[in-house]
């Protein structure tokens, strides 16, 4: 009964709705004694011939009003209890998606997609049926179960009772041991099940990939071997559920013979009436349901529990960051100084950055470079506040980071990610997605500025365009122009651009950046890349190996050192001679 008292703040929460819900079961339970006392009176007038049509009329009428009051009675209590059932799973799931937008990418390289989704299904339904049919189950057998035992050994004989309820104690202990099992079980098919999930959202996600290799067979193979153990585990479960009810069917039957043994037996010592032990036999019919409920309860409260287990581990997760006390709520604005001296991915030993420092004015851009590894994003991690622990300092405006509001700081900030991803909804919304009070006009102009304006233009529906999940149906480059335009209308005070321009050609690059330097001539710009071309015109170019700063400077600075990047820069160069080339050819 742990899983009760663990979700006691949600029955304080909705105890009116439980409390009436419940009194009606008691009022419904009350009334299913009245049938069997009915027949057993009936059938005493007719052994004595003394049954009356006046009589006879008068109980019909008795048994149709109880008819009629249960029905509205069951009406009623599904509405209350049902209807809180659900008020729980939304509460929990809404509870767990809030829970998830804090949390860190570190989290969510601890659980995958598959297992998330699994918590917010599976798990929170079987929770939400301990607060449905589980209350249910439990209120109605207990107020069933004791108003029937009560009922049989005081209108009828208390030494029939007890001998009819001798076999519940192998019920209870059966209950209890098969219970145990189950929890067990359960826990191991529902991590099958999210394992299972992994692997369908990892498929379908890399659909291209698999058929580009032509490996989808084997895809095929490794889905149907996830699914065979989700099988095998569910069958676990259900080797142990079917032992429930065959159990309860053996102690039912054995109280029934020794129900009608022993009725017979008094009947012939004159003790009972033929018409009382017939209602006797009714009334144990009516103890079915409670007996079957008991073990269908503990099936619900096995599952509950595991499932809420699973759930409450997901919840106590700490989040990384967190907002200060006093911390400003004010949109951060002017310049940026970094200063790190050291900082180490959780679970690992070795630092990715060390000594990382520079300081970039308001208005002016920064260009990081470096080979892939160096660090480079886990910089712009850290400028995005989604790590907090390390060694140093980083300042906006000349307040560290840390004392604004986590959606302050991250509010004056517009980042485009190497992995974009786009929302299966219009391109219209997908571009205005963080300013949806955003016109159709500024849509446009951003559009215009990051030169997919006509690309858009290009499409059946335009700008109402449905792009699919994660922008399916475009091109790499138009999936990038889309996620710049949708960090750029947001007009951000620091706009980060995490090698998002790399799908585009030279040609169109040259545009965007040329029209970002004069949209953006009093905002701060970082843009991290590997095509150097991207950075040439930035303020400060800082090379990034190994983690550490390498080189610094201007362009021609640092053209003029003769290190990594005018190397590198000679290389693209003659690439890019050659491409133009091969191209004229």
Not at 479 to 502: G, V
């Amino acid at each position: 009964m742990k899983i009760f008292r663990d979700l006691g703040w949600f029955f304080k929460e909705r105890k009116m709705y439980y409390i009436f819900g419940v009194a009606i079961l008691f009022v419904i339970a009350l009334l299913q004694l009245v049938p069997p006392f009915v027949i057993g009176k009936v059938v005493d007038a007719i052994t004595a011939e003394s049954l009356t049509k006046e009589a006879l009329i008068k109980w019909i009428v008795i048994l149709s009003v109880v008819a009629v009051v249960t029905y509205l009675g069951r009406y009623v209590w599904r509405v209350l209890i049902f209807g809180s059932d659900n008020k729980l799973q939304r509460t929990l799931r809404l509870r767990l998606f809030e829970h998830l937008t804090k949390m860190s990418p570190f989290f969510f390289q601890r659980y995958r997609t598959g297992d998330l989704m699994a918590h917010a299904t599976n798990d929170i339904a079987a929770v939400q049926q301990v607060a449905g049919i589980g209350v249910l189950t439990l209120a109605d057998s207990v107020l069933t179960g004791s108003s029937v035992i009560l009922m049989m050994a005081i209108s009828i004989d208390w030494r029939l009772t007890l001998i009819a309820l001798l076999p519940m104690p192998i019920m209870v202990v059966g209950t209890s041991i098969l219970g145990k099992k189950l929890h067990e079980r359960f826990h191991s098919a529902q991590r099958s099940f999210s394992k299972l999930n992994d692997k369908t959202q990892e498929s379908i996600s890399g659909i291209k990939v698999t058929r580009t290799f032509g490996q989808e067979k084997e895809d095929i193979l490794d889905f149907s071997k996830q699914t065979s153990n989700v099988v095998k585990k569910n069958v676990a479960v259900a080797r142990v559920d079917a032992m429930f009810d065959p159990m309860i069917s053996i102690v039912v039957s054995i109280s029934f013979v020794l129900a009608i043994g022993f009725g017979s037996k008094f009947v012939v010592e004159g003790t009972l009436t033929i018409g009382q032990v017939i209602a006797f036999v009714n009334y144990l019919f009516l103890l079915i349901w409670p007996m079957l409920a008991f073990g269908f309860l503990y099936n619900i409260i096995q599952r509950g529990s595991a499932s809420y287990d699973r759930i409450t581990k997901l919840l106590q997760e700490k989040e990384d960051v967190v907002n200060h006390e006093n911390a400003l709520s004010t949109t951060p604005s002017g310049a940026l100084c970094v200063r790190i001296h050291q900082f180490t991915y959780p679970d690992e030993k070795e630092p990715i950055l060390e000594n990382v420092d520079f300081k970039i004015n308001a208005g002016e851009t920064l260009g990081i470079v470096g080979r892939t590894g160096a660090g480079k994003t886990t910089l712009l991690k850290l400028l995005l506040r989604e790590y907090d622990d390390y060694e140093g300092e980083i300042s906006f405006g000349g307040v560290k980071i840390q004392d604004y509001e986590t959606a302050s700081l991250r509010s004056a900030i517009g980042y485009v990610p190497q992995d974009q991803f786009l929302f299966s909804t219009t391109i219209l919304d997908n571009i205005r997605f963080g300013v949806p009070e955003k016109t159709l006009e500024e849509v446009v102009a951003t559009a215009q500025t990051v030169a997919v304006h006509e690309d858009i233009e290009g499409f059946p529906k335009g700008y109402q365009t449905i792009v699919g999940e994660r922008g399916v149906s475009l091109s790499g480059g138009q999936k990038q122009r889309l996620a710049i335009a949708r960090a750029l209308i947001m007009n951000p005070e620091l706009l980060i651009l995490d090698d998002a321009l790399s799908a585009v050609d030279a040609k169109t690059e040259e545009r965007i950046l040329e029209n970002l330097k004069t949209s953006r001539a009093e905002k701060t710009t970082i843009i991290s890349a590997h095509r150097l071309s991207s950075v040439e015109h930035a303020n400060l170019i800082i090379v990034i190996d190994k983690g550490q700063i390498v080189e610094r400077g201007t362009h021609q600075e640092l053209l003029s050192e003769n290190g990594w990047y005018a190397e590198m820069y000679r290389e693209q160069q003659l690439e890019e001679h050659l491409e133009g080339g091969d191209g004229r050819e």
